[in-house]
């Protein structure tokens, strides 16, 4: 027999992975759900972030954004085309960020969700600006209410990254 190649074990893990967040973020009930979108999951995030780290920034951006695009056909929210593409493909593929700091993955943690705020933020301005209270800058708004659900999922992700860490599963089956 001849040994599986690299690719197809990445592409492989990367399946079972994307697989792994839609019954973390989408078939289990969310912890706590926000109005217009977002929630507070059981580690959701942290299959896409752990893939990230053990197979680097493009595997992580790829298979983020390939978790965005099922988690949009899973029942996405879309008000405008480039909207959808903000906050599904690219928020999500930006958890993938968190490959470039394998040496340091609490922070690879911290700095994928950084840049998957960062879609949701922009998309928020730019699209859900209408949804802050009145007399609220549409900017504060997007900041506080994507902010207010990401820093909890980055607390549970770092935590869980970190243990992983620890326990040295971070390259396990490598």
């Not at 592409?11 to 973020?25: C, F, K, Q, S």
């Not at 999951?41 to 053990?54: D, E, K, N, Q, S």
């Given at each position: 027999m001849s040994k599986i190649s690299s690719k197809t074990?990445?592409?492989?893990?990367?399946?079972?992975?994307?697989?792994?967040?839609?019954?973390?973020?989408?078939?289990?009930?969310?912890?706590?759900?926000?109005?217009?979108?977002?929630?507070?999951?059981?580690?959701?995030?942290?299959?896409?972030?752990?893939?990230?780290?053990?197979?680097?920034?493009?595997?992580g951006l790829e298979v983020g954004a390939v978790y965005g695009l099922v988690n949009m056909a899973l029942g996405g929210w879309i008000a405008d085309p480039l909207q959808a593409v903000i906050d599904y493909p690219i928020a999500f593929?930006?958890?993938?960020?968190?490959?470039?700091?394998?040496?340091?993955?609490?922070?690879?943690?911290?700095?994928?969700?950084?840049?998957?705020?960062?879609a949701h933020f922009v998309s928020g301005v730019w699209f859900f600006w209408m949804y802050a209270p009145e007399g609220m800058n549409p900017v504060v708004y997007s900041a506080i209410y994507n902010g207010g659900y990401l820093v909890v999922e980055l607390a549970i992700s770092a935590i869980i990254i970190f243990i992983i860490e620890k326990r040295g599963l971070l390259d396990i089956f490598l």
């Amino acid at each position: 027999m001849s040994k599986i190649s690299s690719k197809t074990k990445i592409l492989a893990e990367g399946t079972v992975i994307v697989a792994l967040t839609v019954i973390l973020r989408d078939i289990l009930p969310p912890i706590y759900h926000m109005p217009q979108g977002g929630s507070v999951t059981a580690a959701g995030m942290v299959p896409i972030i752990w893939f990230a780290l053990r197979r680097g920034l493009r595997a992580g951006l790829e298979v983020g954004a390939v978790y965005g695009l099922v988690n949009m056909a899973l029942g996405g929210w879309i008000a405008d085309p480039l909207q959808a593409v903000i906050d599904y493909p690219i928020a999500f593929g930006a958890l993938g960020l968190a490959g470039i700091f394998r040496k340091y993955p609490p922070i690879g943690a911290a700095i994928g969700i950084a840049g998957r705020f960062l879609a949701h933020f922009v998309s928020g301005v730019w699209f859900f600006w209408m949804y802050a209270p009145e007399g609220m800058n549409p900017v504060v708004y997007s900041a506080i209410y994507n902010g207010g659900y990401l820093v909890v999922e980055l607390a549970i992700s770092a935590i869980i990254i970190f243990i992983i860490e620890k326990r040295g599963l971070l390259d396990i089956f490598l």
